[in-house]
């Protein structure tokens, strides 16, 4: 009994279906099922909600979310070893959790899905930005997802919640800000993950906005702001040259000073700029 439900603790389910992390799925797992019900929570009232969980692992969050009351979760794990666990929980919660094995980066998950649809996740950080920019970047908006809350090594949180004029700052917090209110909700110290990692890590909450702040094409935008923060110590005269050869003209066209460093450029008028490359 571990507390939260009627399965066995995290590290007992680890040992019997012999689930030593893997370093190169970037397995560092979370054992306390009170902290995973807690992230749980921080993704809103789950009742009446689907919930896409990608990496659930041994199945700590995944359990977190069913404990809270989560309609249906669909959990999209890449490491084949996990799923005799995560049957087990399947058989615990009866028609409330469905397993896929696959790569997260390449399975469709919207056939099994009925809205409202929460995305809760505690991934590897290149597979975790990667998806993250996937769910931002839709051409129609609103997404399938009504929020994501999602676990990011603290340095990744903090670019996605970054304000103009700082390092952080960039395409991530663009493209999160943009279309959705991200807030960093839970920070968490490595010995919170078994394998500790090296890092701090923080959950980032983000609730889709009803509309973008500003109109713009999401592919153009997306390419604007990777290729000037790509070069972020240059002007952006030369940064985005590559996108247009009067790119000096666009620039002063929207207010921009060509000689400014992509770091002091505000949302508003980055997607000035997205939408004057596409008149
Ligand atoms: N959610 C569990 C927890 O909190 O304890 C596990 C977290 S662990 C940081 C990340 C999980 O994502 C691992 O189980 C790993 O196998 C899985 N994973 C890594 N890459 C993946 C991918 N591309 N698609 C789906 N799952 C992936």
Redesign the pocket.
Known sequence: MSGIDDLPP?RDVIARYDLA??KS???????DLNL?AK?ARLAGDLTGADVL??????????RGLLAEGARHVLA????PR?QPALEEIARAYPGRLTVLI??????DPLAYLTPPIKVA????YN?GTE?LVRWLTPPEWPPFWGSLTL?FQREVAQRIVAQPGGKAYGRLALLAQWRTDPRIVLELPPEA??PP?KVNSAVVHLTALAAPRYPANAATLNKVVAAAFNQRRKMLRSALKPLHPEIEDYLTAVGIKPTERAEQIGLEAFCALARALDA
């Open positions: 995290l992390a893997k799925l970037g397995q560092n797992f979370l054992l995973t992230i969980e990608i990496g659930p692992g041994p199945g700590g969050l995944t999209i794990e890449k490491d996990c696959g790569d997260a980066l390449d399975l996740a505690n991934l590897p597979v998806l676990m993950f078994s990692p």
